[in-house]
């Protein structure tokens, strides 16, 4: 069965300790690990190899979806993957997906972050989660911006 992948690349105005910070810090996560239409209303991140992570996230129209998985890697400033599975909702027909971000430093006040998400199912499901990933990173940048 052929499977999606996306990458998404973007310069954050922070350094990458502070980049790092806000992925693997659950208050920082609170702040921003949704798309711009949604809010965190819990967010659970177990920061090590083997540890667990749940976000669940509010909608506009009250839906409440969550996402939840296991860090795979971790190299505290340069690397964090984990797996991406969606709780109970259509997203969910993708099953684990995995998700890798690695950080390089550009200076010592800008980080270039990449994120590549793979084995997606569908084209639509890697297109509707590149426009939620591209969505959670304009609220990274704004509150690392704060």
């Known amino acids: ?13 922070a350094p990458v300790e502070k980049v790092f910070a806000a992925w693997t810090d659950q208050n920082m ?7 711009e239409s949604h809010t965190v209303l819990d967010a659970k ?9 749940r976000i669940v996230m509010s909608d506009d129209k009250g839906q409440k979806p969550t996402t939840n998985g296991v ?27 995995l998700v890798s971000l690695d950080f390089k430093p ?4 800008k980080t270039e972050l990449i994120l590549t ?3 997606f199912k569908s084209e639509k ?3 509707n989660h590149n426009h939620g990933w591209e969505s959670c990173f304009n609220r990274l940048e704004k509150a690392l911006a704060n």
Do not use: C
Not at 1 to 13: A, E, G, K, P, S
Not at 106 to 109: A, F, N, S
């Open 1 to 13: 069965m052929q499977t999606y992948n996306l990458t998404v690349r973007r310069v954050i105005n």
């Open 125 to 127: 499901s890697k297109e």
């Open 71 to 97: 860090v795979k890697e971790l190299v505290p400033n340069k690397k964090l993957v984990f797996t991406w599975q969606w709780e109970g909702q259509e997203m969910a027909g993708d099953g684990e997906t």
């Open 45 to 53: 991140i177990e920061t090590k190899v083997g540890g667990a992570y």
């Open 106 to 109: 550009m200076g010592e006040d």
């Open 29 to 35: 996560a609170k702040q921003w690990l949704s798309p």
């Open 117 to 119: 998400h793979t084995e």
